[in-house]
């Protein structure tokens, strides 16, 4: 794509040839009705719910985990990942991501949780425990359609991967036990092992990836990277949305029944979640505006650190405090919030771009991004 040199003072933006399909201009809507077919099934089709329930292994939902993978695969399928090694050297972008991921997010949550939960322990724990799961699976779908950067969502959803491992069962007491002892607070107990959530990240992001990885490879080896880019992912492109509606309608049917019985209990656990998502978001996108790093670098650096890895708080929260518990149904009204949330922040993201970076973020993922000429 040719430069444009803009006269003096005069700031250029590059039309890009990519635009929303029907399918993601109308996501808000198919979101909307999934979550509502979902809460509808778990309220009027118990049975459903101890169904769905039953079907774990190793303390992971089967249905879920199909879900997921197929929403993932597919974006993870188009990262070039020959183009990894260039973002991993940014190192302006790594550190502000472990920054916001690792200590603001969870100080932040804690913080909201003891604000506005004071009196209610169990939702409370459950809102902290949200707040210590970062995201590796959803982000990849809003990072895609706000045009975020693909191959530096890759990079952090795995750093993310590996301190999910390493940090979050030490976290976890540190924000529920350590923490709330020093100043004078009740205390809880969490107990999960890094094996269960190694395995799940193993299921979550380490299957698609290398799924994603292998498809690219052996597409380009004996295809061509053209007939790959044209003909493959159009193909499989679609599948994303069709994998998170699914999953959004079997995580709202599991816990249908206690999200509509107790709408009181849930908008005061969506208050924080709310104030959570805008204030990790906002501050991702101008951290990366700060820094300079580009409209597709800081979405991508906002999405992840807004974003929660709800598969893992809502199985740490059943398997340690059961599935009826205050816990688990602060871990399930998780994403009731973030998604419309974050799916409202892709098209600020998708605005901002133009009137705050001076780009078309369509053409971010494209073409090289045209340089802003004063």
Not at 27 to 51: C, E, K, N, T
Not at 254 to 277: C, H, K, M, N, W
Request: aromatic share 10%; glycine share 10%.
């Amino acid at each position: 794509m040719s430069r444009t040199v803009a006269p003096a003072t005069t700031p250029v933006i590059t039309q890009g040839a990519g635009r929303l399909s029907t399918l993601d201009r109308w996501l808000p809507v198919w979101i909307g009705l999934a979550m509502v077919a979902g809460l509808l099934l778990g309220r009027f089709v118990p049975a459903l719910s101890d169904v769905l329930a039953s079907m774990e292994v190793g303390g992971i939902s089967v249905p879920i985990a199909i879900g997921l993978l197929v929403m993932m695969y597919p974006v993870l399928a188009k990262v070039r990942y020959d183009k990894v090694a260039s973002v991993t050297g940014d190192k302006k972008l790594l550190v502000s991501s472990l920054v916001l991921n690792w200590l603001v997010g969870p100080a932040l949550m804690f913080a909201l949780a003891w604000i506005f939960l004071p009196d209610l322990p169990e939702f409370r724990t459950g809102l902290i425990i949200v707040g210590l799961a970062r995201c590796i699976a959803m982000v990849v779908i809003w990072n895609d359609l706000a045009c975020g950067d693909r191959e530096a969502a890759a990079v952090l959803i795995a750093i993310n991967s590996v301190f999910q491992v390493l940090a979050f069962s030490l976290l976890g007491y540190f924000y529920l036990t350590i923490l709330p002892g020093w100043l004078g607070l009740d205390t809880a107990g969490l107990d999960i092992s890094m094996g269960q959530i190694a395995l799940n990240v193993l299921v979550f992001l380490g299957i698609p990836l290398v799924a994603g990885f292998a498809s690219r490879l052996v597409g380009e080896r004996t295809k061509g990277r053209t007939w790959y880019e044209d003909k493959f992912l159009p193909v499989i492109g679609p599948w994303a949305l069709y994998g998170l509606l699914f999953t959004i309608v079997l995580l709202f049917a599991l816990q249908g029944e206690a999200v509509t019985s107790d709408p009181l209990d849930v908008a005061r656990i969506a208050l924080p979640l709310l104030v959570y998502f805008a204030v990790m978001w906002g501050v991702g996108i101008v951290t990366g505006k700060t820094l300079g790093l580009g409209y597709a670098k800081s979405t991508t650096l906002a999405f992840t650190a807004a974003g929660n890895n709800f598969e893992l708080a809502i199985a740490v929260a059943i398997a340690t405090f059961g599935a009826a518990s205050g816990q688990a149904l602060a871990g399930v009204v998780g994403p009731l919030i973030e998604v419309p949330v974050l799916v409202g922040l892709v098209y600020v993201s998708l605005w901002i771009a133009r009137r705050w970076f001076a780009v078309d973020p369509y053409a971010t993922q494209v073409a090289e991004p045209a340089k802003v000429t004063p």
